[in-house]
């Protein structure tokens, strides 16, 4: 995939001549994220395709609530944008990507963390009495897509989903993909990336990602992550909901864009969600 014709006259106009550093596409959907340099600045252009719906949210999420992050350095900031174009242009964050270094097994990352997160929810909440049914519609929306889930499991979560109960939910500004592959370090310091999931819901949705990774290998790094955080926003019942919403949501998704690892790690979560 490359730049549309549209996203390359504007990057043209807001970075004339700037030189393409380096390109940090992901690569297993269609969005583009380029370092660029212009007169000595590093940036950072993230441009969608066709199917893109994330950069959308990621411009909403930088023009209503990362004020918090950018005041301290926390998150990138943003410098032009284009919904229309899918096309997003920040300045370049420093530091190294957490994951797959030492700081992702390091308490003080999950502290700091914490407190980020902490930071970014309390902005504001909203109280939706149909976040709940929404959630159970769209997990069994997902459940009809292709998969790899057995015939007789696939019917058993249809039914748990079914029965569940739908109470008021309180809903805050959240990341939406909150671990450490969206966390930068720089001298000791913790930063945070990539808006493209963010939206309005609860809290505690935030630490499902988590919940499946690093704190399930590594148990001490959650309630390092909770003390900076200040309390825990899991209710016992909400939490395991979200906990098998997430785990159909990953084996789904990786079967269809071909991660199996990251699909067999959906499997595996569903049948820990199951067990609790």
Known sequence: M?????????LDD?????VIVRDHSWGLIGTLVLELEHHGVRYIAKAGDEADHHLAREIRAHRNWLRPWTERGSAPEMVHADEDAKLLLTRFLPGELVEGTPYEWALDTYHQAGELLATFHRQSAVPDDTYESRENQRTLAILDRPHRIALELADLLRATIEAWPTPPATLVPTHGDWQPRNWLIDNGTVRVIDFGRADLRPAYTDLVRLAAQQFRTQPSLEPAFITGYGSDPRDPAAWQRARLREAISTAVWAHQVGDESFEQQGHRMIAEALLK
Do not use: N
């Open 2 to 10: 490359g730049l549309t014709g549209r996203q390359q006259q504007l």
């Open 14 to 18: 807001w970075l004339p001549s700037a």
